[in-house]
């Protein structure tokens, strides 16, 4: 991890600095990530590219979720919802251990403040997208499901209107084109609609409902994230929406420690992708502005699409690239700004 994080670094530094990840768990808790030999730490140049390095790590972390989530399910035969479970509990504990580190602990009060938004939140963002996700890739390759939940901001601009945004003819093309790329992905086959092909059709329609269920959250939780903090606001929700699966869990008989192997493979998942993957994700957004860092998460399906290759000797079919590529499509068409728009005609 160490050399790729090393050589990932130097490629996009090139010529005239070094970075070096720090060693310290405390470093990396106080967000003391990188040490710059060059640059001064408070000039904006060093700011805008520490906040690039981190979402760039976030992104590609999040590509491994998929991976080992199919290695659990599928490969070793975990119970999807007992992956959902201590992946998102342990990773909320983490999360909330960090929050009282940088001296916040009193934030945590918000569970008690807006029990019934967390609660919401929870069940949608976490209980059921979590659960979803695992569910998925029990049934379907990590790439197509990659694909498909990363679509979710397709669904993120129609919801949007019931909290009072605008939806005007670029964002419905948007939203029609990134359907049809899901529609593909989902259907498996460029020539024929055939529902009854299970391998696509289940894990794939269960992915979409995770896709869903977390547009649903992120509309919903707009305001709450825009006044107390993602980190925050993720982390209880992390814990919060656990318990339901718990007591899923428990009420099918299903709740059990898994071998050591699992464990570790969801103690990974716990810890990179999940916590560090937020944490650093929130703090880039701190620094760089959402429309400049949310591109960055385009990198999820390929990356995913990568390591699934070689380690799980998946093939990404040409109906996926297709569908990939529409769905991104429809992610810029939804997502782009005016601002933007205008920028880069006045640029040409």
């Known amino acids: 991890m160490k050399i790729f994080l090393d050589v990932f670094i130097w490629a996009f530094q090139p010529g005239f600095m070094r970075l070096l990840l720090t060693q310290s768990i405390r470093h990396i808790a106080l967000n003391k990530f990188f040490i710059f030999t060059k640059l001064d730490p408070e000039k904006p140049n060093f700011i805008m590219k520490r906040a690039i390095?981190?979402?760039?790590?976030?992104?590609?972390s999040w590509s491994t979720v998929f991976v080992a989530g199919r290695y659990l399910c599928n490969i070793l035969g975990v119970y999807p919802l007992l992956v959902a479970?201590?992946?998102?509990?342990?990773?909320?504990?983490?999360?909330?251990?960090?929050?009282?580190?940088?001296?916040?602990?009193?934030?945590?009060?918000?569970?008690?403040?807006?029990?019934?938004?967390?609660?919401?939140?929870?069940?949608?963002?976490?209980?059921?997208?979590?659960?979803?996700?695992?569910?998925?890739?029990?049934?379907?390759?990590?790439?197509?499901?990659s694909i498909i939940m990363n679509s979710n901001p397709i669904f993120i601009i129609p919801l949007s209107i019931l909290i009072g945004e605008s939806l005007n003819l670029r964002k419905t093309t948007g939203v029609i084109v990134g359907l049809l790329g899901c529609a593909l992905v989902i259907n498996g086959n460029l020539t024929s609609f055939?529902?009854?092909?299970?391998?696509?059709?289940?894990?794939?329609?269960?992915?979409?409902?995770?896709?869903?269920?977390?547009?649903?959250?992120?509309?919903?939780?707009?305001?709450?994230?825009?006044?107390?903090?993602?980190?925050?606001?993720?982390?209880?929700?992390?814990?919060?929406?656990?318990?339901?699966?718990?007591?899923?869990?428990?009420?099918?008989?299903?709740?059990?420690?898994?071998?050591?192997?699992?464990?570790?493979?969801?103690?990974?998942?716990?810890?990179?992708?999940?916590?560090?993957?937020?944490?650093?994700?929130?703090?880039?957004?701190?620094?760089?502005?959402?429309?400049?860092?949310?591109?960055?998460?385009?990198?999820?399906?390929?990356?995913?699409?990568?390591?699934?290759f070689l380690f799980l000797n998946e093939k990404l079919k040409f109906v996926s690239i297709a569908g990939m590529f529409l769905i991104f499509l429809g992610i810029y068409l939804t997502t782009i700004s005016r601002n933007t728009l205008k920028s880069s005609q006045n640029s040409l």
């Open 53 to 60: 390095i981190l979402g760039l790590i976030a992104s590609l």
């Open 194 to 308: 055939q529902l009854t092909q299970k391998e696509h059709l289940t894990g794939n329609s269960i992915a979409l409902v995770a896709a869903l269920s977390w547009a649903v959250y992120t509309v919903l939780g707009k305001s709450l994230v825009r006044e107390y903090g993602g980190l925050l606001v993720t982390s209880l929700n992390m814990l919060v929406g656990s318990v339901p699966i718990l007591i899923i869990l428990i009420g099918l008989g299903e709740f059990a420690i898994p071998s050591l192997n699992a464990f570790l493979a969801i103690l990974y998942l716990a810890i990179f992708p999940t916590s560090i993957g937020f944490v650093f994700w929130y703090k880039a957004l701190e620094e760089l502005d959402a429309s400049r860092l949310g591109p960055m998460q385009y990198l999820v399906p390929m990356g995913t699409a990568l390591i699934a």
């Open 85 to 145: 479970f201590f992946r998102f509990f342990l990773a909320g504990l983490i999360c909330v251990f960090y929050i009282i580190i940088k001296g916040q602990a009193r934030s945590l009060s918000l569970v008690l403040k807006r029990p019934a938004r967390i609660g919401i939140l929870a069940l949608t963002g976490i209980t059921i997208m979590g659960s979803s996700v695992f569910w998925a890739l029990k049934y379907s390759s990590a790439i197509d499901v």
